[in-house]
């Protein structure tokens, strides 16, 4: 892709093949066809600092962190319809988004807070995971697979993780890691190949 504009968030709709991205530069979110190159910008108002994305094909829904004046938490089809707030009660400075799919959940830090908090796809049922000590750092970029959460700490670039549940302690994977601006799990089996392209 060239005139991504800024590029800040990836996501990827694996079944129809989709790449998206969000543009911070004009605060919009576009996706391109990984086989045709055929491009389209699907949100490109009612954002007004767009940061992170995720993708549920299963659901076709699109979750866009907004960090602006009113911080929330957007869903839209994956087309950009539809879109809604999805959490929009004591959220700062929403900085990533990982989709649980078999929980059929999305998990979001906030650098103002300090802490990593999940939802069901549908937004019932918010719970908070962890509460990070300041110390610690601030939770930046994170990810979730099986029972664990994988996160990075702002400038303190530390790569810990911590049960899915808020169960036991944290564990530091890696310390001192130079700048670390993402985080992503392969896996195969992370989600299910069977879903329906919407």
Partial sequence: VTEAGQPKGLAIDWVSRN???VDGLHATVSLVNIDSR?????ISSRVDKPEALAVDPDSGQLFITDCGINA????ARLDGSEMKALVEAKVHWPSSLAVDYPARRLYWTDLKTRAVESVQLDGKQRQLVLQLEPKLGKPYRIEVFE???YFTTFRINRILKVNKFGKGNLTELAEEVLAVTGLVMMQENKHDDLYTPH
């Fill in 19 to 21: 790449l998206y991205w």
């Fill in 72 to 75: 929330k938490i957007l869903t």
């Fill in 147 to 149: 029972d664990w959460i």
């Fill in 38 to 42: 055929l491009r389209r910008t699907v």
